[in-house]
């Protein structure tokens, strides 16, 4: 099994950044991809943005790319969220999530989730 905790959620001001952090324990050996999604009440999750554990290749959603950087440590099996730039509409519950070899083609562990708010 893989448990994911998240960090670094909070209250900022549009135009602030907020870096947000997921630590995984278990068994991370069988580390694919890990990403991170995001979720206002009553819309569907979001796919943010995901990185590769073995090439590092990235992939963001088109509303926060040039603001939003994803990065990871495999070493110490974190993966980081920097939001730049943020907006109101930026406001949701921000889940990390992770793909292993077990089932590469779908998160199956997911983070209990951390709210962003961004006041106008």
């Known amino acids: 099994q893989l448990q994911l905790v998240e960090s670094g959620g909070g209250l900022v001001q549009a135009g602030d950044s907020l870096r947000l952090s997921c630590t995984a324990s278990g068994r991370t050996f069988s580390l694919t991809d890990m990403g991170w999604f995001r979720q206002v009440p009553g819309n569907a999750r979001e796919l943010v943005a995901t990185?590769?554990?073995?090439?590092?290749?990235?992939n963001y959603a088109d509303s926060v790319k040039g603001r939003f950087t994803i990065s990871s440590d495999n070493a110490k099996n974190t993966w980081d969220l920097q939001m730049n730039s943020l907006k109101p509409e930026d406001t949701a519950v921000y889940y990390c999530?992770?793909?292993?070899?077990?089932?590469?083609?779908?998160?199956?562990?997911w983070g209990q989730g951390t709210q962003v708010t961004v006041s106008s």
């Open positions: 990185i590769s554990r073995t090439n590092s290749n990235t």
């Open positions: 999530a992770a793909k292993t070899v077990y089932n590469p083609r779908e998160y199956d562990y």
